[in-house]
């Protein structure tokens, strides 16, 4: 058969179909122009996030979902959520710099970190390399905290421009890759490490025979500038949560046996709670991974943790809202980011009391991997989508920097 009777076959086949599905259509609408686009969370109609969209919002903007009326007072009116940017692989780590007013955030396979500058919405690579930074905070010197896929580390970045190893490794072994960091007011930094740094993505696999490239037949060295020891290093800790004291003294805060595969942190607006999200299971995992749960601990005078609970297992209308980033406002609510795949509108943001109670959402068009509070006033939510820079203002402050 030729390849023209091929393409007329499927061209009378689609007709046919086209009319199938034509004849559903209620007899009112058979004048409208029919409009075939992704899906969209405002689906009737398709809705444009970007600047220059038509516009969206008379009150509050159809995005914004009050669950319970108690979020109604976090819903800033007028207020319409915006793509800022777009162009992104996996964007990450959003952090806002309060005296410069701009906001930082990881561009993570794209080995950058990105800037957006409040005054003219510009963009532009603030570090590259980054080493595959994930997540990015200020601490209340104001310097920022960096966690790097590629070197295993934590980062200060000093008001001189010089840089500080806050964390590499721990008894003598190698960190995984630390992902997401959170400051205390007594100076100390806490962290987590999970693996997912050891893929090709988000960083480099372990050298051959290693936990994430078992077989050896990744060359983790591939694309990686020569003499920083990139490749040399196998998987050797659990997926621990760690707290950095400002002596350098480094301890085991949360064990991988209470939260496997931690990701996100947030402390509550007092610092006698922190939550720590499990996402799934990553690369060279042995276990079961996590479950994408929120678990809250009470935080001792001693900083010791206690009285584990599960906060959240992120399940909205029979939907797993999948947990990576949070931010507590000063209210103590907890904005959680969220990656619902492709259960297209429970993508972007939870919210909850703090006591585990749904009240509100925030729906992108993409799945959401963090959130930060930012703005002079700290009323602005920027959300880290997939590819995209989204920000929306409401009617409360974030409890803590960066």
Request: proline residues 8%; neutral net charge; contains cysteine.
């Amino acid at each position: 058969m030729s390849i023209t009777s091929i393409a007329r076959r499927h061209f009378v086949s689609g007709m046919a179909l086209g009319a199938a599905a034509a004849s559903l259509i209620p007899r009112t609408g058979l004048a409208q122009r029919v409009t075939v686009a992704p899906p969209s969370t405002i689906t009737t109609p398709p809705r444009d996030f970007g600047p220059n969209g038509a516009p969206t919002t008379y009150f509050t903007d159809p995005d914004v979902i009050s669950v319970d009326p108690l979020f109604d007072q976090y819903a800033q009116p007028n207020s319409a959520i915006t793509r800022l940017w777009t162009g992104a692989l996996w964007a990450e780590g959003p952090a806002w710099n309060a005296e410069g007013r701009y906001l930082v955030w990881s561009d993570i396979p794209n080995n950058r970190q990105l800037r957006w500058l409040e005054d003219n919405g510009r963009v532009s690579a603030f570090r590259m390399p980054s080493n595959n930074s994930n997540g990015n905070t200020f601490d209340f010197q104001g310097r920022q905290i960096s966690c790097e896929h590629l070197t295993r580390r934590v980062v200060r970045y000093e008001l001189n421009g010089s840089i500080t190893v806050i964390a590499d490794s721990f008894n003598g072994k190698r960190l995984n890759s630390p992902n997401d960091a959170v400051p205390h007011p007594d100076g100390s930094i806490w962290f987590t490490d999970p693996p997912y740094g050891g893929q090709l993505y988000e960083g480099a696999p372990d050298a051959a025979g290693g936990a994430s490239n078992a077989a050896g037949r990744l060359n983790p060295r591939l694309g990686q500038a020569a003499g920083i020891g990139i490749g040399d290093g196998k998987r050797e800790l659990p997926t621990n949560v760690y707290r950095a004291d400002p002596s350098g003294r480094i301890d085991v805060v949360v064990t991988e046996d209470q939260v496997p595969d931690p990701n996100g942190l947030a402390f509550s607006p007092d610092y006698k709670k922190l939550y720590v999200i499990s996402t799934g299971k990553g690369p060279g995992d042995t276990g079961a991974g996590g479950k994408n749960d929120v678990h809250v601990f009470d935080v001792g005078s001693d900083n010791r943790l206690s009285n584990q609970k599960l906060f959240t297992d992120c399940m909205v209308d029979g939907v797993k809202c999948g947990p990576d980033g949070a931010r507590c406002d000063v209210d103590g609510n907890v904005w959680i980011s969220s990656n619902a795949g492709r259960n297209v509108g429970y993508n972007g943001v939870t919210v909850w009391t703090p006591d585990g109670r749904l009240i509100g959402r925030i729906r992108l068009p993409e799945v959401c991997a963090n959130v930060c509070f930012g703005g002079p006033k700290r009323n602005r939510l920027f959300m880290a989508g997939s590819q995209s820079l989204y920000a929306v203002f409401v009617n409360t402050q974030g409890a803590a920097p960066g």
